[in-house]
């Protein structure tokens, strides 16, 4: 059969639920004047009456949809083309009831209006209407303040579809406004969130508890908390969690935007933030409803002395939240960044009864939010959430929504390239992993970006390695065995050792093995000439560091950066102040409340195999939740006592220089990508080289290349001993023996 | 098909547009009979309004004793009065709307009791003097629509006009006119005068 051209409906048969067929079509179909036809068209489908075109032609269709699903409402179709057999006729009886619910144009006529003149007019409304169940009578043709009518429930045993003449009995289950109807049929579709169950539960019961059980709460005589304000750094979903949850509660939310409020003439912002709560308690009374207030720092900021226009601002809000009273049932929910800039006043029972954290996601929170994020995209089975989630230290839900889409973008790119796979594979999520790096440490000090170091790049210090090995990269490998022997992972390690041993070498390898997040400061970016900004900036530093936890946070050259407080000249200069603020946050007494991360439930595990992963889960966040420090000096006689005590620096190592078989060992690394003769004998080099340093014996590789360079006119084909030889006697050790017992008499 | 079956829609039809010619004049005159009500209700708003905005006691006027109250009495007394009348006239629009929606749905009725002897080229058969069955059938359900919606929406603006909201008695003889539909009277004149060879076919 030929297919339809759906057109748009002629504007004389708005409202008489005709569909214009061809003659031919309506014949086929069996149909007569006015019979019943359900069109089925993509996003729903509408009840109609057949009736011929009035010039007779075939292949159009033309549909008024008096009668139509929900969903052609708001997106009505337009310019399809539609196949014959979506058009079938449906049996239609007199109804004897039917159970509706009116939707109305203003809340104004919902409270003026008498529920017998709606009544009255509704049933005047829909006679000799063919109406479906669950479907949607649009009014609008008769323009006065009803406009939709929802069909609820016919009375009729089998059939789901009827005619509605005078003698059906109407009745009224509920009156809505058009606004709340609309807001209704869009929430059905909203996006979801992962990770973050425990505080939309908590949100979900205080927006549903007063409107489940009025009776109960009255009875107790308490009032329901009225106020939320949610408190995290950016991109962790405070905003969408609010959306969410009033979706799923089927709330309506009104939201203020900071500088939307505020005005230019003096009064302006104030009143326009009473007529956004009059708005809301206008919402509130037909159903549950959310007032939110994004970004409360910028509405509500910290009075000052002096007469500025936020004070009024701030104290028109809170006589606002105090002037709430036990009708207005809607629930005030603030977000922010930064909750110590909002007013004092704000924060108190009464005004925001409840202060929720949310804090940078934990490692299940991660893996939740990645599941969900993963589950619209055609993702590999080959694909460990779990590991990616272990990879994303630091990561907020914005940054792994980021990470997902660069991860998808890759996968489209080598998919245009031709190898027909859409899947997204854990290579593309590798790539993306490179450039989407954590929000939280983006304005950060100390981010490096340092090229990765295998431990097999440094040669000799095995020992050394080990240790270092085992201060890091075991408590995020074996957590479990941590967590059984009752270990935990060291506070801080320090290094020490005479200059060009390799100790920043060592950290930027151990940095590398472990997947943390490195931070590495020094004094240039700690120092400054105002007073007290040094130490800001060092304890700004171990904050962000915690967000994004485990976290190794590395200070190098620590003698000058940090003072001692028994040999120094000044009591109070900047090292000694920078000093306690690394004491007190390297073993102070708690977190802040801001800083706190995840939530304390613990999930429960679902299966026996997810059991063993779980767990494993569990002790690594509970073995990795601190931030490691990690300091590097060749003067350790000069640093604090109290810093190298256990508990803040407790892995104190030594970085020896090298002895023969390591000097072995790094000529063995520094010659690898050089062509070395034959007749090169690195023993004998080795035995000639003592009191050189690492960084010594990688010059000395370097000067005989270069004098190779030099003497061969450009073309050397390889390095010979003689040119070894030959640097090797213009060079001289930068250790002394005296330096090496210095070092030797403090490690032990 | 069969011949009686036809020929008793059409006799059906002539009295429907019959009646819909009667209906449509009774329905224009009382109409014309609302207007001056509708606006000697505006009116009454008006004065009701200036009686609140004026202080009596500074008026030479203030001899009179309760001059305020009874004034308002009056005035209330009319409102009423008028509303009352607009209410007769409101329930002879409906008897018109009644007679001629029974009307149609007896010509619809007729006609599918009667499905099985008109087929499709029967009822869509038109010619250069009549037109077809199913246009007929059209434009008698367009006309009965426009009655009742213009029935449903005078009276929607009758029901909420209550003495005391001052505004929306004022502003009822502008709302009352805006929901003229002139479009819709001419459609059903053009439909008279469109089955006028077919009116005088009989």
Redesign the interface.
Not at chain 1, 141 to 145: L, N, R
Not at chain 2, 118 to 121: A, F, G, I, Q, R
């Given at each position: 059969m030929k297919s339809l051209k759906l057109l748009s409906v002629d504007p004389?048969d708005r409202?008489?639920q005709r569909c214009r067929l061809g003659?031919g079509l309506?014949?086929e179909l069996g149909l007569?004047?006015?019979s019943p036809l359900l069109v089925t068209v993509p996003g729903g489908s509408c009840l109609c009456t057949a009736?011929?075109r009035?010039d007779?032609s075939e292949g159009f269709l033309q549909i008024d949809l008096k009668c139509s699903s929900p969903s052609l409402i708001s997106h009505p179709p337009t310019h399809l083309n539609l196949d014959p057999e979506q058009l079938k006729p449906v049996p239609c009886l007199k109804l004897k009831g039917v159970k509706i619910t009116v939707v109305v144009q203003s809340l104004d006529?919902k409270k003026?209006?008498p529920l017998r003149?709606v009544h009255e007019?509704v049933k005047?409304?829909l006679?000799?209407v063919y109406v479906h169940e669950k479907y949607v009578i649009n009014l609008e043709?008769?323009?006065?303040?009803i406009r939709f009518v929802v069909i609820e429930m016919i009375n009729m045993d089998s059939a789901t579809a009827g005619l509605i003449t005078s003698k059906t009995g109407v009745e009224i289950a509920g009156i809505q406004t058009v606004r709340h109807y609309m807001r209704q049929l869009q929430d059905q579709h909203t996006a979801v969130l992962g990770g973050l169950d425990e505080v939309s539960a908590s949100l979900k019961e205080m927006l549903e508890l007063p409107l489940l059980y009025p009776g109960t709460l009255s009875s107790v005589g308490v009032s329901c908390p009225r106020g939320v304000l949610l408190v995290g750094p950016p991109g962790v979903g405070k905003t969408l969690l609010v959306h969410r949850v009033a979706g799923e509660v089927g709330a309506s939310l009104v939201v203020v935007r900071g500088p939307e409020v505020v005005g230019s003439r003096p009064g302006e912002s104030e009143e326009s933030l009473r007529a956004v709560f009059e708005q809301a308690r206008a919402a509130a009374e037909e159903g549950p409803c959310v007032l939110f207030l994004d970004e409360l720092d910028s509405l509500c900021p910290r009075r000052t002395g002096s007469s500025a226009p936020e004070n009024r601002l701030v104290a028109q809000l809170l006589t606002l939240m105090d002037g709430m009273n036990q009708s207005d049932r809607f629930l005030i929910v603030g977000a922010t960044n930064r909750p110590d800039s909002l007013d004092p006043a704000l924060r108190r029972p009464g005004r925001f009864d409840r202060e929720v954290f949310i804090g940078v996601p934990t490692l299940q929170q991660r893996k939740a939010i990645l599941s969900v994020l993963c589950m619209r995209m055609p993702v590999c089975p080959s694909v460990n959430l779990a590991e990616l989630a272990q990879k994303t230290t630091g990561y907020v839900g914005a940054d792994l929504s980021a990470l997902c889409r660069e991860a998808a973008m890759h996968a489209i790119q080598e998919n245009s390239k031709g190898s027909g796979n859409q899947a997204v594979d854990m290579k593309h999520f590798q790539k993306a992993l490179k450039s989407v790096r954590p929000s939280c440490l983006r304005s950060s000090l100390g981010r490096t970006d340092l090229s990765p170091v295998s431990w097999d790049q440094i040669g000799g210090l095995e020992e050394v390695k080990l240790k270092l090995r085992q201060s890091i990269e075991w408590p995020m490998r074996y957590p479990e065995a941590f967590v059984r022997l009752g270990l935990r992972r060291p506070r801080g390690v320090l290094l020490y050792g005479p200059p060009g041993c390799a100790k920043t070498t060592l950290v930027r390898a151990a940095a590398t093995s472990s997947h943390c997040a490195f931070l590495s400061v020094s004094g240039a970016d700690l120092y400054s000439p105002y007073v007290g900004d040094s130490e800001k900036a060092l304890a700004q530093l171990f904050r962000q560091a915690r967000a994004c936890s485990p976290c190794i946070l590395f200070l190098d050259e620590i003698d000058s950066l940090i003072g001692s407080r028994s040999n120094s000249q000044t009591p109070n200069s900047v090292q000694t102040r920078l000093l306690s603020v690394l004491l007190n946050e390297m073993d102070g007494v708690g977190l802040k409340m801001l800083e706190r991360r995840g939530t304390e439930k613990i999930l429960q595990a679902e299966g026996a195999e997810e059991n063993r992963t779980q767990e494993q889960l569990e002790c690594q966040e509970v073995c990795n939740k601190d931030v490691m420090v990690v300091a590097a000096t060749n003067r350790p006689d000069c640093l604090d006592s109290a810093l190298l005590r256990p508990g803040r620096l407790d892995q104190i190592m030594y970085v020896p220089p090298p002895d023969q078989q390591s000097r072995l060992a790094i000529l063995k690394v520094c010659t690898t990508l050089m062509p070395v003769d034959a007749d090169v004998c690195l023993e004998e080099l080795v035995a000639k080289t003592e009191f050189y340093s690492g960084a010594d014996l990688e010059n000395l590789c370097k000067e005989a290349a270069l004098l190779a360079l030099q003497e061969e006119n450009m073309e050397p084909s390889s390095i010979k001993h003689t040119y070894f030889i030959r640097s090797l006697s213009k060079m001289s050790p930068s250790l002394s023996a005296r330096q090496i017992q210095t070092y030797q008499t403090l490690s032990r | 098909m069969s011949k009686p079956a036809s020929s008793a829609l059409h006799q059906a039809l002539r009295k429907s547009f019959q009646t819909l010619e009667n209906n449509h004049k009774v329905w224009k005159d009382v109409l014309d009979e609302c207007s001056p009500l509708i606006v000697s209700l505006g009116n009454l708003a008006e004065q009701s309004r200036a009686l609140s905005n004026v202080q009596l006691s500074n008026t030479p006027l203030r001899i009179f004793p309760d001059l305020e109250e009874r004034l308002r009495f009056k005035l209330l007394q009319a409102t009423d009065t008028v509303l009352g009348k607009l209410n007769e006239k409101m329930s002879s629009l409906q008897s018109v709307r009644d007679t001629f929606s029974n009307q149609v749905?007896a010509v619809?009725q007729l006609?599918?009791q009667n499905?099985s002897s008109?087929?499709?080229?029967t009822?869509?058969e038109r010619s250069a003097t009549f037109p077809s069955?199913?246009?007929m059938?059209?434009w008698l359900?367009?006309a009965e629509?426009h009655f009742?919606?213009q029935f449903?929406?005078r009276?929607?603006l009758l029901?909420?006009l209550t003495a005391d909201n001052l505004s929306l008695l004022e502003s009822a003889p502008e709302r009352w006119k805006s929901?003229e539909s002139p479009s819709a009277e001419e459609?059903i004149a053009d439909t008279l005068c469109k089955v006028s060879f077919f009116m005088e076919a009989q």
């Open positions: 004389s409202g008489s003659p309506m014949a007569s004047l006015g009736w011929p009035s007779l006529f003026r209006a003149l007019l005047d409304m006679k000799g043709d008769f323009d006065t303040e | 749905s619809s006609y599918e499905t008109l087929d499709l080229l009822v869509t069955v199913a246009d059938l059209e359900q367009d629509r009742r919606q449903l929406r009276k929607t029901q909420l929901l459609n």
